[in-house]
């Protein structure tokens, strides 16, 4: 890596410090000598989940999201709890939000969705050998279920029916590993 790119920490302040999020004021010394501020969310980093049926079908989740105050399809995903690996989170998430257990994962991708702001971290996987399990949702999380054929579910996110990044990037990346395993 080009050490003339890093910007190097100066001091650090919280400025806000939220249930899932927490807000930092950096002033960091620039490449050439001067100073700037940066602030950030830090996160706990997030698992992606692509449900694959035997059939061919997957399962994607429309979501009211708040802070855009609308309904989005996504791919099941979900927050890192605490220390929690990420095959447990996976796991977690797809009984909390689609009521199966994946017998098998495969982490296919890791990505950051917003380098400019925050430094989240996602992990993609693949479920394969789904068993039916006890839905289990947040008390806070209202979902509906849907499920389709994944060349749909490809269609819509290249036709903008799907507008979420994280299900865009998923859904193509899954695209691309699964055609390499037929």
Known sequence: MKTDLIEIQLNSEI?????????WRDEVRLPNGKTAVREYLRHPGAVV???????????????FRYPLRQTFIEL????????????VAARRELIEEIGYEPLRLEKIAEFFPCIGYSNEKMWLFIANDLKA?????????????????????????????????KTICGLLLGRQYLEKLA
């Open 49 to 63: 989940m692509i449900p694959v049926f035997p059939n061919g079908d997957t399962m994607l989740v429309k979501q």
């Open 15 to 23: 400025m806000a410090d939220g249930l899932l999020l927490k807000a």
């Open 76 to 87: 099941p995903a979900g927050k890192l709890d605490g220390d929690e690996p990420i095959e």
């Open 133 to 165: 399990a006890t839905l289990k949702p947040d008390h806070d999380e209202f979902l509906e279920i849907m499920r389709l054929p994944f060349s749909e579910a490809v269609s819509m996110a290249l036709h903008g029916q799907i507008t979420d990044m």
